[in-house]
């Protein structure tokens, strides 16, 4: 239970707090920076009067940021209370909120966990003694069990600091899942009692599916920390921090038995609900060295994933039918997920800076680390008794029976080549940069860096029971369905068949160097010139070196008092050796002694055009302009144009991905009881990417060959298009305070395609009307949200805050087409029904004291 | 009350009633600057106020060697004590003396009398006393001041060199010139750490990327619209080894900070979630279910063409209420089979079926 895990770990927490002495949120490593929430963010959080007297009294108005941003007004002085020497500040915000209309809805409780009832808004209390610097400080907020923080701090300024937390992180993932199964949140999903394992008619399944209600899934991140960081002298720091993070819940899956669209009422493919149950251990820390000519830093990341479970069983519901006529499929209805293994990663780095002439610094920085796992394997198959096709009718496997299989040939480690995974990356950095400034107009940077990960240890899909390398396909439901099918090389038995039988290590090594300028034309106006190249060096993929050399033009103009302008142009060049379409050939049975190239020859692994994006040619160009005007004292308008065009030039694989778009902000603060805000920003985004479907598997890859002819070419586009838009509006009338806040979010995809003719097709029929170009529905995600909100000051301590949060979803999505009347297709399980739209009001009423 | 915090409050009590008569509003509003200029208190760097004080503890170390900026524009000024900033800053004054600064400065300087307080970020104050229009002979760190910006971020890296801030030069946004006080404004607590210019992390950074802060909004993101979490879990703003300004040697490590499930290694990978797992994910938000840069299945289709049925192009005649409906385009597509699709732990999970 989240709550109480929260109150169990809050009491060693702050008995640490006590015992030990404080850390604040470093930028430079680690997460868990800041904490919020939905209430602090979305409706005002707790009430905070700005200083009527403004910032200054010599100078009227705002004062603007070097980049031309009004600084905000600051808040009045708190009022302190001296106790022994420490003066006090504690407010507390208590209250109750309200949801109602589709309050369950998944994207409502995205990322939130509103619970009708009381809330803690906001607790927060500061200490500090100015005797010595000394400071404590709590900070909480409690909105429901599965969404809170905790955080507090003690230190002295400039001497040392302690942080601890807590905190409850809620993710909906599913507002609508109808399972079939109980167990839902274990690791063993067994069907509900009117379905028969394996046994079971789609109707039969449809029928269950229909009589079960649906059900919210949540995962739910509980995280603890505790750091410290402390001058041991001025010049050395030493900081630490550790964090234990654990999930729980559950979430939409899969589960793979065979193809349905292939075999019709035949096979199953299952979208079951499996678990997240695990923990997280984090470990940061370091020291320091800061000094007149040089700067170190010595490092060591720690972090250990822990997984509850070590695999995830479900039972499917079909039975399975031989295509072979006149056989049986043996009974199989067993499924199983190795689930994320337990890891650890450790990482050693340093850095040394040192300064030099001309303003100028050279650093290095190196690293180490290894990520690496051990976990004990499951079974390639979990049945019992036989799987396969069944050809005499005797149910037991033998030379003449030979596509029943006995499971425990298959079923136990033993029929593994090792029982557990012992496998390890490690990987170097090496970093080395300077900067020099030969004049105050001219700016100099250059740098060179290494990074490599060496994969240790492979896998062998060996059997060796059997004899047999390779795995067990789709939990040996191909095997059923198909006879011979089994997933497996045999030199005696199979020895034709293509398979996987070895893991693939992705070791890897990059080299970048880039040189840069920066030319001071005036004392506001900067130029500069990057160059940057960058070669990496992948192992079994399609290229063994990618190289991407780019060139950037960037140009800020700060001169004029009312703008500041940043614009900037980049172009870059991706290309490589030579394109291999298969270079995954040792990990496949082809590669082994005894291998028999089958009678047509080795089917061709893909197309010949196929590039695949992340390794393909590319030319990019990519602008970015971004000014800030002020066209009055009190206004600021921000805004900004960008665009980013890549051609990928590839036949087959994605063509072309571009972005563009555009924002205006306005803001204006004409006094410190004032404040109002505009905003507008459209983007889009359009993706071209080419296919070609086969007609015979042959061992010709060639586009326009008889494996993947011309005709079978195919095309689809996608255009995604976002506006989004607000305003707020936040004003004093004496004790009363007026909050209004309006948001617009408006997405659209279209997803279109074209084709040469039906042969492209997955379903012939589909090209025979004529039409050689289609769409999908359009997607649409909208939201619509408005807040008002009232504070009134009761007295100096006590202030009241009213507020109502509408929101309106609206969301479409062709994936979920058909899913809400119907969630069983033939042998095909959709346990989510996909996201849905809400209508959604937030009401609260919050007593803000200042004790 | 001690005998030290008598005399403590017996001097502030003093200063205060001093200070109220020279920050009556009304008076201001009938003086110049320059009129404020001569009615300056001298100086006291004597130490004579701290040596009053009982010593209990020395200067904290992080503000022991905290000393008067240099200001080149202003060569020829002395530093004329906190208390002669007042005499003319006392509004800015009640904001600064919430701050961690603050806080830290006043009880460095109680402790060693040679540490100044407003003089340790804006220099030398005479001359700016003497000219208080004078541009440039005080350090100043906003848009009107005439303090080069090399100079305002040197005078923050006097104190806060290295660590975060080790690759600030030559970073993006040293780069495009911004100063420290483009995000920081360490004259009042605005935010809750960090002396940041606005109330949050996030509200800073959407200062000049509202852009990005507007892909927070789509359907799925990251949760920093719900405050959950912030710019700087990923980026460290202040530079780093890494673009985009990330916190980690490369995108994938960035991610595994909170989904180390996916950092394996598995017994069999997928390529190019092991190379980025920016291939198919867009990092801040998307209108595709988990943050994907496009549909599936048209996100693996980009990739996948082998033989057999990756490459078969589906129609709407395939969705559920279609003709004939298929798996492969169905709900979460090709991953209702190849669930495991960041990596597999399963001896018969090279397709990531299980």
């Given at each position: 239970m989240p709550s109480q895990s929260f109150a169990r770990a809050a009491l060693p927490l702050a008995v640490l707090m006590v015992l030990s002495a404080g850390s604040r949120a470093d930028s430079g490593s680690g997460v868990d920076m800041e904490f919020g929430n939905a209430l602090l963010t979305r409706t005002g959080g707790a009430n905070e009067t700005p200083d009527a007297r403004g910032m200054s009294w010599l100078r009227p108005g705002q004062r603007r940021s070097p980049g031309g941003h009004l600084y905000s007004c600051p808040l009045e002085p708190p009022t302190l209370q001296e106790i022994s020497g420490w003066d006090v500040d504690a407010r507390v915000q208590l209250g109750w909120i309200g949801t109602y209309g589709d309050d369950d809805n998944a994207l409502w409780n995205r990322y939130v966990r509103w619970d009708s009832g009381l809330v803690l808004g906001l607790l927060e209390l500061a200490l500090r003694r100015p005797a010595d610097g000394s400071y404590a400080s709590v900070r909480a907020s409690h909105l429901s069990s599965d969404d809170a923080f905790f955080e507090a701090a003690f230190g002295r300024a400039g001497s040392y600091a302690v942080q601890a937390f807590l905190r409850e992180l809620p993710n909906a993932t599913s507002d609508s899942a109808i399972s079939i199964w109980n167990g839902v949140g274990s690791n063993e999903l067994t069907l509900l009692p009117s379905l028969a394992p394996g046994a079971s008619s789609s109707g039969q399944v449809a029928a269950t599916a229909a009589g079960v209600a649906p059900q919210r899934l949540q995962v739910v991140r509980s995280k603890t920390g505790l750091g410290f960081d402390a001058y041991l002298t001025p010049r050395w720091t030493a900081y630490a921090k550790l964090s234990n993070e654990q999930r729980s819940g559950a979430r939409p899956f899969g589960g793979a038995f065979f193809y349905n669209f292939l075999f019709p009422e035949n096979a199953g493919a299952l979208e079951t609900l499996r678990p997240v149950e695990d923990s997280t251990l984090n470990f940061n820390g370091g020291l320091r060295f800061i000094g007149a000519r040089w700067r170190m830093d010595f490092a060591y990341d720690g972090s250990f994933y822990r997984d509850a479970y070590r695999r995830f069983r479900f039972e499917s519901p079909f039975a399975l039918t031989p295509t072979r006529p006149g056989a049986t499929s043996a009974t199989i209805y067993q499924g199983q997920f190795a689930l994320e293994p337990d890891n650890d990663y450790h990482n050693v780095r340093s850095s040394f800076t040192r300064r030099l002439p001309w303003n100028g610094e050279l650093s290095v920085s190196a690293a180490a680390g290894r990520m690496s796992q051990d976990d004990g394997l499951i079974a390639p198959i979990d049945c019992s008794g036989t799987f396969g096709v069944d050809i005499d009718g005797s149910g037991v496997p033998s030379t003449t029976n030979r596509f029943l299989h006995n499971c425990s040939d298959w079923n136990t480690t033993a029929s593994l080549s090792r029982d557990s995974a012992d496998l390890r990356i490690d990987t170097y950095s090496l970093d080395s940069r300077v900067t020099l400034q030969p004049s105050s107009r001219l700016n100099l940077r250059g740098g060179v860096r290494f990074n490599r990960e060496d994969y240790r240890n492979t896998y062998l899909a060996y059997n060796p029971l059997t004899g047999d390398y390779g795995y067990i396909t789709e939990n040996g439901a191909q095997a059923s369905i198909q006879a011979g099918a089994l997933g497996t090389w045999n030199p005696l038995t199979s020895p034709s068949v293509i398979t996987r039988v070895r893991s693939l290590p992705l070791d890897r090594e990059t080299h970048a160097a880039d040189i840069g300028a920066d030319w001071r034309l005036a004392e506001r106006r900067t130029l500069g010139l990057s160059l940057t190249t960058q070669r990496n060096e992948p192992t079994h993929r399609e290229r063994r070196r990618v190289v991407e050399d780019s060139a950037k033009l960037s140009f800020v103009d700060r001169?004029?008092?009312w703008l500041t302008l940043r614009a900037s142009y980049t172009r870059l060049d991706q290309h490589g050796d030579r394109y291999v379409s298969n270079p995954y050939g040792s990990a496949y049975s082809t590669s082994l002694p005894g291998f028999v190239a089958p009678g047509g020859g080795v089917p061709a692994f893909t197309v010949d055009a196929m590039r695949k994006y992340d390794l393909a040619d590319r030319r990019e160009h990519k602008l970015d302009l971004m000014a800030t005007v002020?066209?009055?004292?009190?206004m600021t308008l921000s805004a900004g144009l960008r665009g980013d065009w890549n051609d990928y030039g590839a036949l087959i694989g994605r063509q072309a991905y571009d972005r563009t778009g555009f924002h205006l902000q306005w803001e204006w603060q004409p006094s410190p009881l004032t404040h109002a805000s505009v905003h507008y920003g459209a983007d889009r985004a359009r993706l071209r990417m080419a296919n070609v479907a086969d007609v015979v598997f042959g061992p010709d890859g060639s586009l326009g060959g008889p494996d993947y002819p011309l005709n079978a070419r195919w095309w689809a586009y996608d255009k995604q298009r976002n506006r989004t838009a607000g305003a707020t509006l936040d004003h004093r009338f004496g004790p009363v305070r007026v909050d209004a806040g309006w948001n617009l979010v408006d997405a659209r995809g279209l997803t279109s395609y074209r084709f040469d003719s039906p042969v492209a097709l997955a379903y012939f029929e589909d090209g025979l009307g004529g039409a050689r170009s289609g769409s999908f529905p359009l997607m649409r995600y909208r939201v619509d949200s408005l807040t008002l909100g009232l504070s009134f000051a009761l007295s100096p301590r006590f202030s009241l805050r009213v507020f109502d949060y509408y929101e309106r979803g609206r969301v479409d999505d062709w994936h979920y087409l058909g899913l809400d009347t119907n969630r069983v297709i033939d042998h095909r399980v959709y346990s989510d029904g996909g996201p849905r739209g809400y209508t959604t009001n937030l009401i609260g009423v919050l007593l803000d004291v200042r004790l | 009350m001690t005998r030290h915090t008598a005399t403590l409050a017996g001097t502030w009590g003093r200063r205060l009633a001093l200070l109220a008569l020279l920050a009556l509003p009304s008076v201001h509003a009938q003086q110049t600057r320059e009129d404020l200029a001569r009615q300056l208190p001298a100086s006291d760097l004597s130490g004579a106020q701290a040596q009053r004080s009982a010593r209990q503890f020395l200067a904290a170390p992080g503000f022991a060697l905290a000393r008067v900026a240099d200001n080149p524009l202003a060569a020829t000024a002395t530093p004329v004590g906190e208390k002669v900033c007042i005499a003319c800053h006392q509004l800015e004054s009640e904001h600064f003396t919430h701050t961690v600064h603050a806080l830290g400065l006043h009880a460095a300087a109680k402790a060693d009398p040679a540490i100044p307080v407003c003089e340790t970020c804006h220099g030398p104050g005479s001359a700016h006393a003497q000219d208080p229009a004078g541009k440039g002979l005080i350090l100043g760190f906003t848009r009107s001041s005439a303090t080069p910006l090399a100079q305002q971020t040197r005078t923050c890296l006097t104190c806060h060199e290295g660590g975060a801030r080790d690759h600030w030069a030559g970073s993006i946004h040293q780069r495009n010139d911004l100063s420290c006080s483009d995000c920081h404004n360490p004259m009042a607590t605005f935010s809750g750490e960090g002396l940041l210019a606005k109330r949050s992390i996030n509200d800073t950074c959407a200062q000049c990327h509202n852009d990005v802060r507007m892909e927070?909004?789509?359907?799925?993101?990251?949760p920093l619209a719900e405050g959950q979490m912030s710019c700087v879990d990923c980026h460290n703003p202040h530079g780093s080894l890494t673009a985009p300004l990330l916190k980690t040697a490369t995108v994938n490590e960035t991610c595994y900070q909170?989904?180390?499930?996916?950092?394996?290694?598995?017994?069999?990978?997928?390529a190019p979630v092991r190379q980025n797992c920016l291939t198919c994910h867009t990092p801040h938000g998307s209108n595709q279910h988990a943050l994907l840069v496009a549909p599936v299945p048209f996100l693996c289709q980009q990739c996948h063409s082998q033989l057999g049925h990756p490459n078969d192009l589906l129609t709407p005649q395939s969705l559920a209420n279609g003709a004939h409906p298929d798996e492969r385009l169905i709900?979460?597509?090709?991953?209702?089979?190849?669930?495991?699709i960041h990596g597999s732990n399963a001896p018969s999970g090279p397709k990531f079926h299980e």
């Open positions: 001169s004029l008092d002020a066209p009055a004292d009190d | 927070f909004g789509r359907r799925s993101h990251m909170c989904h180390a499930e996916k950092r394996g290694p598995f017994l069999f990978e997928h709900g979460r597509a090709c991953l209702t089979c190849h669930a495991q």
